[in-house]
């Protein structure tokens, strides 16, 4: 027998529900994933970790909008490498929908390389980050 109702439901109706941000921890120092679990501004860190470090379109397992797109090779001046790294970061953390936005961009510079620090804002709070470029 298949249940019946004489109320039907339209999409109007329903209203969409935030998915949780728990996940698996992971243990930076061994390179594996524990059965720790984290929620939080915790899942969010290990997701722009995770982010940065993928390259878009690389891997099949992930979707088009996750990972980022840097390029360092045709960026040339500290001006234009600066607005090129900030665009990019932008760009791939706020994919995630937890992530409201990315500012307050720093750059050092040291040799060849550059100690990029940002504040990322989610919805759980905001935490400073950065990455060595």
Do not use: C
Not at 40 to 59: C, D, N, P, W, Y
């Amino acid at each position: 027998m298949i249940p019946q109702s004489d109320v039907e439901m339209t999409e109007e109706e329903l209203e969409p529900v935030p998915l949780p941000s728990r996940t698996y921890s992971f243990d930076w120092n061994n390179g594996r994933v524990s059965s720790r679990k984290v929620d939080g501004i915790e899942a969010v860190k290990q997701t722009v970790f995770k982010i940065l470090s993928t390259r878009r379109f690389e891997h099949l397992i992930y979707s088009g909008d996750y990972g980022n797109e840097m390029d360092l090779s045709a960026v040339r001046g500290r001006a234009v490498f600066e607005s090129e790294v900030e665009r990019w970061v932008r760009e791939a953390l706020t994919q995630d929908d937890r992530i409201s936005a990315v500012t307050g961009f720093r750059f050092n510079y040291q040799l060849d390389t550059a100690l990029v620090q940002f504040t990322v804002e989610t919805e759980f709070g905001a935490y400073q980050e950065e990455r060595e470029v």
